[in-house]
């Protein structure tokens, strides 16, 4: 079993809809949760980083965690054509160094 | 701020060739600097990482090798490229409060 199981793509929406990223995890011990986005033939950017559990808002985008159940996710309000990108969920043991464990990604198509 | 520099971003080269990928960082010192590789429709795949100068820690047994010369410098290399060795490389750099920071990647296809 992988450390890090996120849910396959690719996912298509209509311009306007809410998308929902999904991720579970096998380690209890992570507690630092990032998503990154990534378009195509570029690096993967930061989009959203939280500690332990619960939500954190950054505009059109929340990023949950709940610890108990070992799953994460990330929502996408009023999505846009620009959204269209492979969002990758990472995350980590401790927040000095380590290593970030990747989830395989998704690659999300919003629909004009 | 802090920039990653990451080249070429394109690679075309024969199986049995060597490969010599660079990455440098500005704007900070003594960071912790990665590898990783990317199939198509796959993750990351974390191939090596070093704290310091000299230090590198390999993550998965494979044809590839890393070196770190100097604070902000991190080389990816092989002695001779395998049809496997395809696929997209990204370095990074983790800032210790938040996640890693990507460079551009470097997309090597070995013909």
């Known amino acids: 079993q992988k450390e890090v199981e996120q849910d396959p793509g690719p996912l298509s929406v209509p311009e306007g809809a809410i998308v929902s990223l999904n991720c579970t995890y096998s380690n209890s011990a992570f507690q630092y949760f990032m998503w990154y986005r990534q378009y195509s033939r570029k690096g993967p950017e930061l989009l959203m980083y939280?500690?332990?559990?619960g939500n954190k808002e950054d505009g059109r985008f929340t990023a949950q965690v709940d610890k108990s159940s070992k799953y994460i996710s990330l929502f996408i309000r009023d999505s846009q054509p620009s959204d269209s990108a492979t969002y990758l969920c990472a995350m980590k043991v401790s927040n000095q160094g380590g290593k970030l464990i990747f989830g395989q990604g998704t690659e999300l198509s919003v629909k004009p | 701020s802090q920039t990653i520099h990451q080249w070429p971003a394109t690679l075309v080269q024969p199986v049995g060739s060597p490969l010599s990928l660079e990455c440098t960082v500005e704007g900070t010192s003594n960071p912790n600097l990665y590898w990783y590789r990317q199939a198509a429709g796959r993750g990351l795949q974390l191939l090596f990482y070093?704290?310091?100068?000299?230090?590198i820690s390999s993550e998965v047994p494979q044809n590839l090798s890393a070196s770190r010369p100097q604070d902000r410098q991190f080389i990816l290399s092989s002695k001779k490229l395998l049809l496997s060795d395809s696929g997209f490389y990204l370095c990074?750099?983790?800032?210790?409060?938040?996640?890693?920071?990507f460079g551009s990647g470097t997309r090597l296809t070995v013909v």
């Open positions: 939280t500690y332990s559990s």
């Open positions: 070093s704290v310091g100068i000299g230090q």
């Open positions: 990074a750099w983790a800032d210790g409060n938040y996640g890693y920071t």
